[in-house]
C-alpha cells in the first residue's frame, strides 16, 4: 500500500504489524506506511470567548521523540521504533498541527495560527513534548500510550508567563497490533488536546479579567 494519506479522524494507512516482534522494530528501508491523528472537535459547554489572538509554538522535544518514527519503549532505558511506519509529520510540528486545528474547531478565539505564519499574537502558547511514546509495561506484548505536554502562556504584551500546565495521559491499547497503537495514540493525544485548548482558552479570560 502506498501513501496515500487522507484525514478521516485518524488515518491508518497499512497492515497491522506486530509488536512481538521487536527485532523488526528499527527500519532498514524508507517506510511505506503513514500515520497522523486527529484534532478535538467537542468541548465542554461553558468554554469562554476570548478576543484575543494566539500564536501556538513548535513544542520542544527531545531528540528520541522529536522525529517522525513512531517510538516504543521496550525497557526503562531503550527506546526503539516501528519498522516501515512513521507520523506523516515531525511529531512536534504535528502536535503544533493539532493544537491550532483543535483552538480553530471551539469557534472561541479570534485568530490562532503558528508563528511562521507572522501572525501578530496577544498570546503564546509555548510547549514542551515529554512524552509522546508506546511502552511495554508487562508480559502481555500490548503497549501502554503515554503523552505528556507541558505548557506555558505568555502575554505578549508583559513579556511574562501568566500560567503553566501539565497534561498527560495513559492509554493501554486494545491489542498489540499497529493501528490498534495508533488508536491509543489518538485517544491519549485527544485528552492532552482537549484539556490543553480548554485551559488555554480560560487563562486567557483570566488574564484581562
Same mark, same amino acid.
Request: charged fraction near 20%.
Given at each position: 500500500?502506498?501513501a496515500?494519506?487522507?484525514?478521516?479522524?485518524?488515518?491508518?494507512?497499512?497492515?497491522?504489524?506486530?509488536?512481538?516482534?521487536?527485532? !523488526?522494530?528499527?527500519?532498514?528501508?524508507?517506510? %511505506?506506511?503513514?500515520?497522523?491523528? @486527529?484534532?478535538?472537535?467537542? =468541548?465542554? +459547554?461553558? &468554554?469562554?470567548?476570548?478576543?484575543?489572538?494566539?500564536?501556538?509554538?513548535?513544542?520542544?522535544?527531545?531528540?528520541?521523540?522529536?522525529?517522525?518514527?513512531?517510538?516504543?519503549?521496550?525497557?526503562?532505558?531503550?527506546?526503539?521504533?516501528?519498522?516501515?511506519?512513521?507520523?506523516?509529520?515531525?511529531?512536534?510540528?504535528?502536535?503544533?498541527?493539532?493544537?491550532?486545528?483543535?483552538?480553530?474547531?471551539?469557534?472561541?478565539?479570534?485568530?490562532? !495560527?503558528?508563528q511562521?505564519?507572522?501572525?501578530? %499574537?496577544?498570546?503564546?502558547?509555548? @510547549?514542551?513534548?515529554?512524552? =509522546?511514546? +508506546?511502552? &511495554?509495561?508487562?508480559?502481555?506484548?500490548?503497549?501502554?500510550?503515554?503523552?505528556?505536554?507541558?505548557?506555558?502562556?505568555?502575554?505578549?504584551?508583559?513579556?511574562?508567563?501568566?500560567?503553566?500546565?501539565?497534561?498527560?495521559?495513559?492509554?493501554?491499547?486494545?491489542?498489540?497490533?499497529?493501528?490498534?497503537?495508533?488508536?491509543?495514540?489518538?485517544?491519549?493525544?485527544?485528552?492532552?488536546?482537549?484539556?490543553?485548548?480548554?485551559?488555554t482558552?480560560?487563562?486567557?479570560?483570566?488574564?484581562?479579567?
Amino acid at each position: 500500500m502506498t501513501a496515500n494519506i487522507t484525514r478521516r479522524g485518524l488515518l491508518m494507512a497499512g497492515a497491522a504489524l506486530p509488536l512481538s516482534a521487536c527485532g !523488526g522494530l528499527i527500519p532498514q528501508a524508507p517506510p %511505506s506506511n503513514l500515520y497522523t491523528l @486527529s484534532p478535538k472537535t467537542s =468541548f465542554r +459547554a461553558d &468554554l469562554p470567548k476570548v478576543d484575543f489572538q494566539l500564536v501556538v509554538e513548535e513544542p520542544y522535544a527531545a531528540g528520541g521523540l522529536d522525529t517522525h518514527r513512531i517510538a516504543i519503549y521496550t525497557g526503562p532505558y531503550e527506546v526503539k521504533y516501528y519498522a516501515e511506519a512513521r507520523w506523516a509529520e515531525r511529531v512536534p510540528r504535528m502536535v503544533q498541527t493539532l493544537l491550532v486545528e483543535s483552538f480553530e474547531n471551539t469557534g472561541k478565539i479570534v485568530s490562532v !495560527g503558528r508563528q511562521s505564519v507572522g501572525l501578530r %499574537s496577544d498570546f503564546n502558547l509555548k @510547549s514542551e513534548l515529554r512524552e =509522546f511514546q +508506546a511502552e &511495554l509495561k508487562d508480559s502481555s506484548g500490548v503497549p501502554e500510550v503515554l503523552v505528556g505536554l507541558n505548557s506555558k502562556l505568555v502575554s505578549q504584551t508583559r513579556q511574562q508567563i501568566v500560567a503553566s500546565v501539565n497534561f498527560d495521559r495513559r492509554v493501554k491499547a486494545k491489542g498489540n497490533s499497529l493501528p490498534a497503537v495508533i488508536e491509543a495514540f489518538d485517544e491519549a493525544l485527544g485528552h492532552v488536546l482537549r484539556e490543553t485548548v480548554q485551559w488555554t482558552l480560560t487563562n486567557m479570560r483570566k488574564d484581562v479579567m
